[in-house]
């Protein structure tokens, strides 16, 4: 049974900082890229940023801009968002997923590309 656990989002104040953690079991970790994706209340699930299986490559949405970066252990079957510089904006549920089927070492940007989805860890930025 593949698993992902979400963990580290919480309540901090603008420009402050957030570590969310997602861990895998289930298969091989190391197999597959990695995205986190949000969602805040009313609107669609987005993109937030992927890696690739081995972390030789990520990809960042646009309004990232340089302050969130994703990262793996693959020993740890870990996958991480740190995130900061953060906005009011940014509040919402964040959720890692698993690449699935083909080219499923790479990333990808849809949500219909990953199969298995972690059940959301909340971030809240006061301003």
């Known amino acids: 049974q593949v698993q992902l656990v979400e963990s580290g989002g919480g309540l901090v104040q603008a420009g402050g900082s957030l570590r969310l953690s997602c861990t895998v079991s289930?298969?091989?970790?190391?197999?597959?890229?990695m995205g986190w994706f949000r969602q805040a209340p009313g609107k669609e699930r987005e993109f937030v940023a992927g890696i690739s299986w081995n972390a030789g490559s990520t990809i960042d949405a646009a309004f990232v801009k340089g302050r969130f970066t994703i990262s793996r252990d693959n020993a740890k079957k870990t996958v991480y968002l740190q995130m900061n510089s953060l906005k009011p904006e940014d509040t919402a549920l964040y959720y890692c997923?698993?690449?699935w089927g083909v080219g499923d070492y790479v990333v990808k940007l849809r949500k219909n590309d990953y199969r298995y989805w972690g059940q959301g860890t909340q971030v809240t930025v006061s301003s």
């Open positions: 997923a698993l690449r």
């Open positions: 289930g298969l091989t970790f190391s197999n597959y890229a």
